[in-house]
């Protein structure tokens, strides 16, 4: 099927045709129009799709699910019409939902006319989709992954909910289905962060997680650009994909031959880069020598805006040319501030006593726990103050599980952490290796550790709490926000729920 030379995708009647094997059973009237495709009740936007599943297993959402969207909502779309409820919205029905979300998605794809940046990695993907969507935000309209939607089904949804003046679109793309997300998604740009253990009951070995990671080369456009970090332990076997589809392949990173490189970086958030024969300074308003890192993979990508203006459609991108853009970006990523969950400092007042706390907790393996204990580091405590952390255990690690752990009392050490409470099995075996002056509690549930650690907090820390989001951790950061501003400990959490059904958290 043949997509339109449209900027889309607002959906009319004849486009939900045209983009599957599906038939109106109930048709739209006149001038109807869609915006999007939703299968899970917790992303739903209006003027939504709403797929509905007709039995266990198939994508999409209950009747009961749904029946609060309706008002709100474009239309249906089911295997059945059985399963749709009786009333005026209009029922498309196809032969198999989730093949209805990948066709719309590649419908959707075929019209955009604007760049799309797809990024993976083991650690750091979420945190350079929101610096990179941040910086081309500067440089025109940008959307960008939501709710952790990184799988095949969660891609096609955001292309298929493309605003038509959009200009660019960043795609977090996880290691799960990697081939069909990148052939959905056909980046123009192509980022792997990093490798390192994570989900390694899933996986072999490092290089198997490169391998499949690397395969979003293989979804690049003809003109695309591969943008690799250099500092990672596989680069020659990933740079070796790149290059076999790649028109142009860009590294980055702290190695001598990374062609962008941090050269320096200060706790303050002062970076200087060497880039392009030059040196750039800029100050970063997400902390950590990580996000330093980070934010030389945005500057190779929105790099490629300038230097391909002549190959994008919208008129913002068609202006920049050269430098233009280091004008726009370098001085706005000063603003730039952590996902939450992902290093975000708070000022708190817990039990009258002034505390930083650095929530780290949304998720861990051994790169970004090495991470989040040096940013730790970086920070200096108040007059009688100490640096502690709460780490909890960093899960699906197979049976190096236990090794994993017990190596973070080197990068803990360096830190110059003073107190490591330890929650979670694993977490026993880093608890084992310190010494006793530096161990905390040592805790299975998070719930345990929380009246003893206020108890024991003094005027000045800095606190660290970072974990697998299935340790749980999250929860003292929301007990402890909610301490600070009156809030009772015991409350039910607001943020730091766990990942819903609609997020799709493969890395």
Not at 216 to 230: C, H, K, S, Y
Not at 255 to 275: E, K
Not at 420 to 444: F, K
Request: net charge negative; aromatic share 4%; charged share 20%.
């Amino acid at each position: 099927m043949t997509a339109p030379d449209a900027a889309g995708p607002i959906w009319t009647a004849q486009d939900v045709v045209a983009a599957t094997d599906g038939t109106w059973w109930r048709a739209p009237p006149d001038g109807w129009v869609a915006g999007g495709a939703c299968y899970y009740h917790g992303l739903f936007q209006p003027g939504d799709l709403l797929i509905l599943r007709s039995r266990q297993g198939e994508l999409g959402m209950t009747p009961e699910q749904a029946a609060p969207l309706l008002a709100a909502a474009s239309g249906l779309v089911c295997s059945t019409p059985a399963v749709a409820p009786d009333g005026p919205w209009p029922v498309f029905v196809v032969p198999e939902t989730y093949a209805a979300l990948m066709d719309l998605g590649r419908y959707a794809r075929g019209c955009f006319r604007g760049r799309v940046y797809g990024v993976t990695g083991s650690a750091g993907k979420t945190t350079i989709c929101h610096l990179l969507a941040f910086a081309l935000s500067r440089l025109g309209p940008t959307v960008q992954t939501s709710h952790n939607t990184n799988l095949p089904p969660g891609v096609a949804r955001t292309l298929a909910g493309l605003p038509g003046d959009v200009d660019h679109a960043v795609l977090e793309l996880a290691i799960g289905r990697m081939g069909p997300s990148t052939r959905l998604a056909r980046p123009s740009v192509a980022i792997f962060s990093n490798v390192t253990a994570a989900h390694m009951e899933y996986h072999r070995s490092i290089e198997q997680i490169a391998d499949t990671k690397a395969l979003i080369f293989t979804g690049l456009t003809p003109d695309g650009v591969a943008i690799v970090n250099r500092d990672m332990a596989p680069f020659e076997r990933v740079v070796a994909v790149a290059h076999r589809h790649a028109a142009r392949v860009v590294t980055y990173g702290e190695h001598p031959d990374a062609m962008v490189r941090l050269l320096d970086h200060d706790p303050d958030g002062q970076v200087r880069a060497a880039f392009d024969g030059e040196t750039l300074t800029y100050r970063l308003g997400a902390p950590g020598r990580h996000m330093a890192v980070n934010s030389l993979a945005v500057l190779a990508a929105v790099a490629t805006v300038g230097a391909d203006a002549d190959a994008t459609a919208t008129a913002n991108a068609g202006t920049l040319g050269g430098a233009d853009w280091r004008g726009l970006v370098l001085p706005a990523l000063a603003d730039a501030t952590p996902v939450a969950g992902r290093g975000v400092e708070h000022d708190l007042i817990v039990d009258g006593r002034r505390v930083r706390l650095i929530d780290d907790a949304y998720n861990a393996n051994p790169a970004s726990m090495r991470a989040g204990l040096a940013l730790l580091g970086d920070r200096v405590p108040g007059p009688g103050g100490r640096r502690i952390a709460v780490l909890g255990d960093m899960l699906e690690l197979g049976p190096d599980s236990a090794r994993y752990h017990e190596a973070l009392a080197e990068p803990l050490e360096a830190a110059g952490v003073d107190v490591a409470h330890c929650v979670g099995p694993q977490m026993a075996h880093l608890w084992r290796r310190l010494p006793g002056d530096r161990q905390g509690l040592r805790v299975d549930d998070p719930a345990d550790l929380l009246a003893p650690l206020r108890t024991d907090l003094r005027d000045g820390d800095v606190l660290l709490v970072k974990g697998s989001h299935g340790a749980g951790v999250h929860r003292l950061v929301t007990r402890l926000v909610q301490a600070s501003h009156g809030g009772a400990a015991g409350d039910k959490d607001g943020a730091g729920a766990g990942a819903g059904e609609g997020e799709e958290t493969a890395s």
